[in-house]
């Protein structure tokens, strides 16, 4: 029992000796600001029951993907009211806040402004996809928060192959959110 319990610990300190800076990072992102929201629901658009967005994919409340037939995952009855439909944005919120929090290095500095930005575009772009983006990349390497931002987001203006006038519109969006100044910080998160 001993042995086993000492080969565990060992273990596990030699995992975290070898560890990445992020990933030894458990921090729980923060949530994001009224006017991140504000900005999601403007380009997400208020859908009372699931219907196909503008690729085909079928969401509901502001901007939910359902993952199951008929979106049964959602635990609010349809027709949502938007007060259901906020609920939901706020619980889809957490995994794309949480992605942006742990794929950036702990030497990223964020206000909440430029965070919310980043959560904005990893909620319709896919954490994925924001994870092993070039933006997060450059922000990685030290580059200016406020100049890569400026210059990746707008990048991010396809889906399904074609350039969309409503993303072009929500990357302006978002840079011009990210570059609205601001003293509340949000990451690092200090843990």
Same mark, same amino acid.
């Given at each position: 029992?001993?042995a086993?319990t /000492?080969?565990?610990?060992?273990?596990?300190?030699l995992?975290?000796s070898?560890?990445?800076?992020i990933?030894?990072?458990?921090?729980?992102?923060?949530?994001?600001n009224?006017?991140?929201?504000?900005?999601?629901k403007?380009?997400?658009?208020?859908?009372?029951?699931?219907?196909p967005?503008?690729i085909?994919?079928? =969401?509901?409340?502001?901007?939910?993907?359902?993952q199951?037939?008929?979106?049964?995952?959602?635990?609010?009855?349809f027709?949502?009211?938007?007060?259901?439909? =906020?609920?939901?944005?706020?619980?889809?919120? /957490?995994?794309?806040?949480?992605?942006?929090?742990?794929d =950036?290095?702990?030497?990223?500095?964020?206000?909440?402004?430029?965070?919310?930005?980043?959560?904005?575009?990893?909620?319709?772009?896919?954490?994925?996809?924001?994870?092993?983006?070039?933006?997060? /990349?450059?922000?990685?390497?030290?580059?200016?928060?406020?100049?890569?931002?400026?210059?990746?987001?707008? /990048?991010?203006?396809?889906?399904?192959?074609?350039?969309?006038?409503?993303?072009?519109?929500?990357?302006?969006?978002?840079?011009?959110?990210?570059?609205?100044? =601001?003293?509340?910080?949000?990451?690092?998160?200090?843990?």
């Amino acid at each position: 029992m001993y042995a086993t319990t /000492k080969l565990a610990f060992s273990l596990a300190l030699l995992s975290t000796s070898f560890a990445s800076p992020i990933e030894q990072r458990a921090c729980v992102g923060p949530n994001v600001n009224a006017a991140t929201v504000a900005l999601i629901k403007e380009f997400e658009g208020f859908v009372a029951s699931p219907s196909p967005d503008p690729i085909g994919l079928p =969401t509901v409340g502001y901007g939910h993907l359902c993952q199951t037939s008929g979106c049964s995952e959602v635990p609010y009855s349809f027709p949502l009211s938007e007060s259901t439909a =906020t609920q939901l944005l706020a619980s889809d919120l /957490k995994s794309p806040q949480q992605a942006i929090t742990l794929d =950036t290095a702990s030497s990223v500095v964020l206000n909440a402004n430029q965070y919310g930005a980043l959560v904005s575009w990893a909620f319709n772009v896919g954490n994925g996809n924001a994870g092993s983006s070039t933006l997060i /990349k450059r922000l990685n390497a030290g580059e200016d928060e406020g100049t890569v931002i400026a210059q990746e987001l707008p /990048k991010w203006n396809k889906a399904g192959g074609e350039t969309l006038p409503g993303l072009v519109r929500r990357r302006a969006a978002e840079v011009d959110l990210a570059q609205t100044a =601001t003293s509340v910080g949000a990451l690092p998160v200090g843990c």
